[in-house]
């Protein structure tokens, strides 16, 4: 599908990506950009041949490439893209695997007044508690869901074949509009690692914290599991979906607030309904899940 695929950040997404477009078929060769400091793991990467070789010089990275993929925290992408401006050709294709779609378009227009519209926004829901280039494997798309969203102006050629690259590696695209992708994004995963840092932070801080480890049971361990992300990429994940987390936060206080009178007073029937509606509500999610994966297998 393409000649040359640059892929700028080497890491457990980017990496996966290499692998599994490398595995498909998909680019005749894939090359990585990096700074000094990502040296090394650029190093493996050519070792282990995720990639094909490596460039420490944005220019020669992106000589004759025609799709470039953005795959570092969100937090760079407006100096990623300034880095790139000077080479931008209307000829290549750019995307990016961010978390958060807002943030994408605001470094966009900074750093060229308006979103190039060879700019496809995309989002891989996948991804592990491990990082870096190791961490990388070949199916980590598949079938995972992948979100597009272009903007107005986005040309459809371009569109086209950024869905068409995904659906390759397994992914199930949609498309779908950057503030509803921020809002979503934002009650299923953003929220979620917020509450696992904070409970974990709340209960190591303890004095008693390692009797509270010791006898920690397996639910303890299976909520918490997201806390083991890294640290840098959901601090830039939070800063920038922050209008969209806040008021959930705000809103999940007015629930633990209920709960709390519940337990004051003694209020065994709304607790037990509040369980209930929970376990049921989650049953649905996982109905819908299984349901998901029993299609997926039969395409």
Same mark, same amino acid.
């Given at each position: ?8 950040? /080497? $890491?457990?997404?980017? %990496? #996966?990506?290499?692998? *599994? +477009? @490398? ?73 990016? /695997? $961010?978390?958060?779609? %807002? #943030?994408?378009?605001? *470094? +966009? @227009? ?190």
């Amino acid at each position: 599908m393409f000649n040359r695929l640059c892929i700028i950040g /080497v $890491g457990l997404i980017g %990496g #996966s990506m290499a692998r *599994a +477009a @490398r595995r498909c078929g998909l680019s005749r060769q894939i090359v990585g950009y990096g700074r000094e400091q990502d040296l090394e793991n650029l190093q493996t990467a050519k070792r282990l041949q995720v990639i094909d070789d490596y460039y420490l010089n944005i220019g020669q990275a992106l000589e004759n490439t025609d799709c470039v993929v953005i795959a570092a925290p969100v937090g760079a992408m407006a100096g990623i893209l300034a880095l790139l401006k000077p080479f931008w050709t209307e000829k290549a294709i750019y995307t990016d /695997v $961010g978390s958060t779609k %807002g #943030s994408v378009i605001a *470094a +966009a @227009r900074q750093v060229f007044g308006a979103v190039p519209d060879n700019l496809v926004p995309a989002h891989p829901i996948a991804g592990a508690e491990r990082s870096g280039v190791e961490a990388a494997v070949d199916d980590l798309f598949l079938n995972k869901r992948l979100i597009i969203t272009p903007m107005e102006n986005t040309r459809p050629d371009a569109l086209q074949k950024i869905q068409h690259f995904w659906e390759n590696l397994g992914s199930l695209v949609s498309i779908m509009d950057v503030d509803h992708h921020d809002a979503i994004l934002a009650a299923t995963s953003h929220l979620p690692h917020i509450l696992a840092y904070s409970l974990v932070d709340m209960l190591g801080r303890k004095d008693e914290q390692s009797e509270i480890f010791k006898y920690a049971a397996g639910g303890f361990r299976d909520f918490t599991r997201i806390a083991s992300s890294d640290p840098t990429m959901w601090l830039d994940i939070c800063s920038a979906n922050k209008n969209q987390i806040i008021p959930l936060i705000q809103q999940l206080k007015g629930e633990l607030d209920k709960i709390e009178q519940m337990l004051a007073n003694d209020d065994s029937r709304q607790l037990f309904e509040t369980f209930t509606y929970a376990r049921n509500a989650r049953q649905r999610f996982l109905d819908q899940f299984e349901g998901n994966n029993v299609e997926n297998n039969n395409i």
